[in-house]
């Protein structure tokens, strides 16, 4: 395999409060719970484990200018991310607080900054790297009207500078909310797409993970559907079906594990790797996610 060429990442810079509760919530009352907070969002925490993995990495986001805003890019620079970030005056940086529970995590979303991503900041971050090969796009930054245009403009300079590109489906709610004829049609021809089981059926209905690949194959040229602990499903135009299994650990938070996933999926892809192997490579970060709590490689 190849090193990859520099991968742009595109999307939010969160805040992430993350609360791994002791037990169900006592809706009106208190839980008990370990909270932790640090760096979060999508886009910054694919890149984080992208860079993790020895390739370099741009991100292009929005942070408000505020102390949480320098917190973040500072973390980011630290991990060895680049970091193209629009300080924007007056709104804050994005903030998610994140209730952890038995395996599955709720999210209460603040985007703050991240919606006033813009279009000239986008075409200048990719101009600026001219050894980049691939562009990688967290869907939120579609599926709120604020971003839209820059997230659409990412895509298509994109493919004006050669570049391969891929999107991850962000989120199930707000895919609902859009819905999936105009997300299909925002992310066509895309090399590759992530969903996870419940944006899969959003997108593709309620069919099985091969079946909702290959209808989501019509749009993106490759498609895999992440399943948490029942593994992942790569489906090509041209290609049969590739399944790998999960990895079996003990979960403790499983905040940002998608992310880790598809920066596992991403550096192995681009540096050559069968289906198969970059599957492996994903599961393998995924796994290592949720053993620890946050959403960002561990020290």
Request: aromatic letters at 2%.
């Amino acid at each position: 395999m190849t090193r990859p060429a520099r991968v742009v990442v595109v999307g939010d810079v969160i805040t992430d409060v993350v609360a791994v509760l002791s037990g169900p919530l006592a809706a009106g009352s208190d839980t008990a719970a370990d909270i932790s907070l640090g760096g979060g969002g999508q886009a910054a925490n694919t890149a984080a484990w992208i860079a993790a993995q020895g390739v370099d990495v741009t991100l292009v986001g929005a942070v408000g200018d505020d102390a949480a805003g320098r917190d973040r890019v500072a973390e980011l620079d630290r991990a060895g991310v680049d970091c193209a970030i629009d300080r924007v005056e007056g709104v804050p940086t994005g903030t998610v607080i994140v209730l952890a529970t038995d395996g599955e995590r709720t999210m209460v979303s603040q985007r703050g900054a991240n919606l006033r991503l813009g279009v000239e900041h986008v075409e200048g971050a990719l101009a600026a790297v001219p050894d980049a090969g691939h562009l990688h796009l967290s869907a939120y930054t579609l599926l709120d009207a604020g971003s839209r245009g820059a997230g659409l403009r990412a895509l298509a300079a994109a493919r004006e500078r050669g570049l391969t590109t891929s999107v991850d489906a962000a989120s199930a709610a707000p895919l609902r909310r859009v819905g999936a004829a105009a997300f299909l049609g925002w992310v066509r021809d895309v090399d590759l797409l992530l969903v996870n089981a419940d944006e899969a059926t959003v997108l593709a209905g309620g069919l099985d993970p091969a079946a909702q690949g290959r209808a989501l194959s019509a749009t993106a040229r490759r498609v895999v559907v992440k399943r948490g602990a029942a593994g992942a499903v790569w489906v090509d135009r041209t290609a049969p079906v590739c399944v790998a299994p999960a990895r079996r650990v003990a979960v403790v938070d499983v905040t940002g594990a998608g992310d880790a996933f598809a920066a596992g999926l991403l550096t192995a892809w681009l540096a050559g790797a069968t289906p198969t192997a970059a599957l492996n490579r994903a599961t393998d970060l995924g796994a290592l996610a949720v053993s620890t709590v946050g959403a960002r490689p561990p020290p």
